[in-house]
C-alpha cells in the first residue's frame, strides 16, 4: 500500500508538470488567422467556374519576441477551381488546354521558404508555388474519314471534353530567425491560363484561409534546414 502511494505521488506530480509545460509552452507563442469564406462553385449545367474570392491576396501581420529560436508556420489553405476545355473537328486535330493556381507567401515583401529564391525581395516571378495545375489535350484523326463530316453538312462532326474541379489544398511555408517587432505577411496567388481569355481555361479561389504560428526551435533538434 506504501509502495502504491509513492508511485501515485510520482505520477502526480509528472501529470502535473508535464500539463504545466504544455500550458507554458503554448501561451508563449502568438496565433493569427484570416479567413475568406468566399466561394468558388461550379456550374452544374455547363461545369464553368463562378464565384471565387475576386482579391489575390490575404494579409495579417504577427509580431514577435526579440529571439534568435523564433520561426513562424504559415499555412495558406485554398479551395481552388480548375477548368479546361478541349474541342476537336474535322479540320482540327488536336486541342489543349491547361489551369492551374500558383500561390506564394511574403514576409515583409521577401519570399518564404519553399518558395525561391528564399529571402529576397520578391520579384513578379519569384516564390511561386503550384497549389493545382492540369494539363488537358484531345486528339482525332478519324472525323476527315467520315463522308458526311468532311462534306460539312447539318452533322457538324467534332469531340469535346471538358473538365472541372474543385479541390482544398494547404502546404506549410517556413521562415526562422524573424527578428523582434512587427511583420507583415501576404498570400498572393495567380492563375495560369492557356488563352488568357478565360474561354478554354479558367480557375478560382475561395474560400481561403491564412494561419500563422509562432513556434521556437531547440537546439537539440536540427532546426530549420533548407534545401
Known amino acids: ?9 510520482i505520477l502526480s506530480f509528472a ?7 504544455m500550458v507554458y509552452a503554448e501561451s508563449s507563442g502568438n496565433f493569427v488567422a484570416k479567413v ?22 490575404l494579409e495579417t501581420t504577427i509580431r514577435t519576441p526579440n529571439s534568435s529560436s523564433t520561426a513562424l508556420v504559415i499555412r495558406p489553405s485554398l479551395v481552388t477551381g480548375l477548368y479546361t476545355k478541349t474541342r476537336v473537328d ?11 493556381v500558383r500561390v506564394r507567401v511574403l514576409i515583409d515583401g521577401k519570399v518564404v521558404a519553399p518558395g525561391t529564391p528564399v529571402g529576397v525581395v520578391a520579384g513578379p516571378d519569384d516564390g511561386w508555388v503550384y497549389y493545382d495545375k492540369r494539363w488537358q489535350q484531345v ?23 471538358i473538365l472541372s474541379t474543385l479541390s ?16 507583415a505577411l501576404k498570400v498572393e496567388w ?10 478554354n481555361a479558367a480557375a478560382c479561389v475561395g474560400p481561403a484561409v ?17 534545401q
Not at 506504501?2 to 508511485?7: A, E, Q, T, V
Not at 501529470?15 to 509545460?21: D, E, K, P, R, T
Not at 453538312?153 to 471534353?161: D, Q, V
Not at 482544398?168 to 511583420?183: I, P, Y
Open 168 to 183: 482544398a489544398h494547404s502546404m506549410d511555408f517556413v521562415v526562422g530567425d524573424v527578428g523582434v517587432g512587427d511583420h
Open 90 to 100: 474535322e479540320t482540327t486535330t488536336e486541342d489543349t488546354a491547361w489551369a492551374g
Open 139 to 161: 486528339k482525332q484523326n478519324f472525323l476527315n474519314m467520315i463522308a458526311a463530316c468532311a462534306l460539312d453538312t447539318e452533322y457538324n462532326c467534332s469531340l469535346e471534353l
Open 1 to 9: 500500500m506504501k509502495k502504491m502511494s509513492i508511485i501515485s505521488l
Open 36 to 57: 475568406n469564406t468566399t466561394k468558388c462553385l461550379i456550374d452544374d449545367a455547363d461545369g464553368s467556374l463562378d464565384g471565387g474570392i475576386g482579391d489575390t491576396l
Open 15 to 21: 501529470l502535473i508538470f508535464g500539463i504545466g509545460s
Open 190 to 199: 495567380a492563375f495560369d491560363d492557356s488563352d488568357d481569355a478565360g474561354s
Open 210 to 226: 491564412l494561419t500563422v504560428t509562432q513556434v521556437k526551435t531547440f537546439s537539440t533538434g536540427d532546426g530549420i534546414e533548407i
